[in-house]
Structures are given as C-alpha cells and as structure tokens.
C-alpha cells in the first residue's frame, strides 16, 4: 500500500531495479538534472511517465491492468446555473478526493477531464491485487464524497449531484502516443469498456465488470449480474453493482 | 497565425510583456532553470501552462474562448476487433492531424482523452477572431483525416471510422484545479456545450452553436439552425451544421 511516501521511486525500482532517488538530500542532483516527482502518483518519477520510448525502447506494453472511471453526476447541469467559485471548489474536492483514494492504493492518475478521473491500477507500480486495490479506491471516493456537503443537491429542481464509478479489468495498451503532441495514456477496449461501464453507472453507484467482480466477491457476496449493451461495444458487458450511496 | 515557431513564448509576451527565449541560444539558460517549450502549444513555454498561481496570483481567470472537441468515431469498436499496431497508429495519426491544425491557428492542446482532443482558442495566445480559427481548425482536422487510408473502414460489418467536431464559444474559467493533483484545465458551460454539441455530430460532420455560427456566416451561409435538447444542458442549444464529410 502507498500511504507512505517513499523516498525512492517505485515503479523504477520494480521495472528495473534502479533506486531513484525522489525525496530528501540524495533526490537534490536528479531534480537538478530534470528527474522530478511524477504527478500521476507521488511514489514516481518523471522517467516512469516516459520508460517507455527510453528504457522500454519501445512506444507501447502490453499488460494487465484495472482501469477505474469516476465521474461528477449533475455537474455540468450545476455549472450553468451556479456561481463559477462553487463549482470550482466542487471540482477542487472532488480531484483531491481521487487522488487520495487513488495513490494509497498504489493506482495512477492517468487523467482529469473536467469533472471525471481516469486512474490506472498495476502500472508502472504492479500489484497481485489490483482489481480489488482499484475497487476499494472507488469506495474511498463514494464515501470521502458522501461526506462533503457540498455535493448534495441545492435545489430540489436540481439533478442530484453524485458520483458514478465504472471499473474493468483486462490486458491493455500502455504507452506513448503521437509524435508532435505526446501523450502518456491507456488504449484499447479496456479502457473503452470501464468509460462505458461507468456512464450506465447511476450517481452514487459503483458498476464492476464481470472480469472485476471475482475479486471483491468475498466482500459484496451474491450480487445479482447484469448483462448490458453498451454503446459502441458489439458484446454484452457483464456487470454487477457494488453500491449505490444513500 | 502560427505555422512558423517563434523564438520567444507568444503567451508570456501578449500577457506579460515579456519576452521569454523558448528557442535559440538564448533560451538555453531558461532551459536550464526549467523553462521549456510547452506540450500544449509549440509558441508557448511551460510558465503559461502554470501562469495562474505563479504569474496572475489566482488559481482561475475568466476569459472570452472557443472550444473545440473532436473524437474520433467507430474506434471504440474497431479497438475490440482489430490487432492494436493498426488502433494505434490510427490514433497517432490522430493525435498529429489535430496537433498541427489546431497548433497553425494559435489554439492549445488541453488535453487528449482517448480517442478525442479537447482545444482552447484565445488563451493564452490572444486573437479577436478566435471562434472563426476554431472552426477553420476543425475544418483542416477533417481534410487531414479524409486524406488517411486507414480512416476507411475495413470490414463492410463495422461502424463507419470518422470525426465528429463540437465547437462553442463563449465566457469561460480556466485554470488549475485541484491541489494533491494539479491540473490545467477549462471550467463551466461552455467546455460542457461543446462536448454534448460534439456528441451529437455525426460522423465527418462539424456542429457548431449559434454563438460561433455568426463567426463563419460568411463561408458557410444560409445554413438552417436545428435547436437540440442536449444530456444535462436544459436549455434548448441551436447548431449548425457545417459539413458532413463524404
């Protein structure tokens, strides 16, 4: 579990035994040379954001990684009718929230996009566990959500304001792309699916995949399953729901 | 316009009056005190990117802009089908084609999402006519696109591959949100417009709202508005239709 900061940069000392140094006097000349702490996860550095085409030789891996959705339900409908501050702060508390909840459990921000997250779990710092680390840091977010008033509705004409969560897991593409603009991100049908996944997901509810499930089943035992079309994928998708918030 | 790269960072000067090397042997020093030239926009260097907090000592601005979403279409399905080379050299391509034209008419790559681009137009590079480049930008991604063999689909049973582009302009705040994660990113209704408007194009078609319609009358005139009830927008968004591809 990451909720200690390490003074070295894990996924470089998983993936090639390098002891990077990241925090206290040794870290001072690799900062110096450009090696800096990785916003994606504050156990990394700016190398694992970039292994590939450098240390990999190569632009994309192929793994098994938990890829989680999280999205602020109602928001877009609150940020045409509140004051731009409050909406602001929303979205303040809601990105913290992920990347507390995210980071202890050893997961990667790969990105926001306005009012949703999208974290990678096993990758670079890898976990037997992750499918169910990825699960667990959905219901951090539910509950750290659940309890800041501001993500109650303010008007009864509202939309609720909540969270929906969608997890999948699978082997996917890791990696670099593009050439003018490069960027770090996950491709494939995983991906796709835990994004469609989420979108079915009513606020305050967390839908897994069938894929993900087995791991939690100890936890949420006897859940119903579902099989859904999702927009833009031929199969059905197997999902079953975890939670949905009071 | 931009198409040729400037030696001093176009942001820091039209903001700050400052002339910020970004490229030459002047701007080695700068280098070297960790000031490079920016992912979002080769004219820019990496103060604008932090501007906010470091330079106008507020974490959010509001400024008038134009936001421009593009996606590329039957590509969640392709990724399920065929061999991963292909979906991403596919998406490299993707990323390039809307990298240089968004980049030639002085916009910024906020940020890629999967399959799909978000750009800002009048920040910080300033330009009175920033909704008309949006559009013209939009306009070259779809030529660059349709010139691509591997935008064809393959097999006569998949969904059409192509691009749909959503495009709104109007008084938005953009800024760093978050504080364990820090993210440059645009706020409130006008980003959301634009991406429910996007959702709703079709495939090689460019939807724009009646606030950038007036910008390009000239182009494209006597197009017919169509007034849209849009996911979590509650009132009606007018559209225009600018073109559907072949």
Known sequence: MGAEL???????????????????????????AGIKISRMNPNLCTICETMFTKVKRKKQI???????FADLRGYTNLSEHACADNVVDMLHGFYDDCAFAIWERDGIIN????????AVFNFPIE??????????????IMQRCADKKELVARDSD???IGIGIGIHTGVTSIGEVGTAYKDFTVIGSVVNIASRVQAAAKPGEILVTGEVYPHVADLYPGLERHDRQL???EHAVSTYSLMVAA
Chains 1, 2 share one sequence.
Not at 6 to 30: D, E, Y
Not at 127 to 140: F, I, N, S
């Open 6 to 32: 390490s003074t070295i940069c894990r996924g470089c000392w998983q993936n090639m035994h390098m002891p990077i140094p990241i925090r206290g006097p040794l870290a001072v000349p690799f900062r110096l």
């Open 62 to 68: 192929t793994i098994e990684a938990t890829v989680l």
């Open 111 to 118: 990105k926001f996009i306005g009012d949703a997250v999208l």
């Open 127 to 140: 976990g037997d566990d992750h499918a169910r680390q990825a699960v667990l840091a959905g219901v951090e």
């Open 158 to 160: 509202d939309e609720p």
């Open 231 to 233: 927009k833009g994928i």
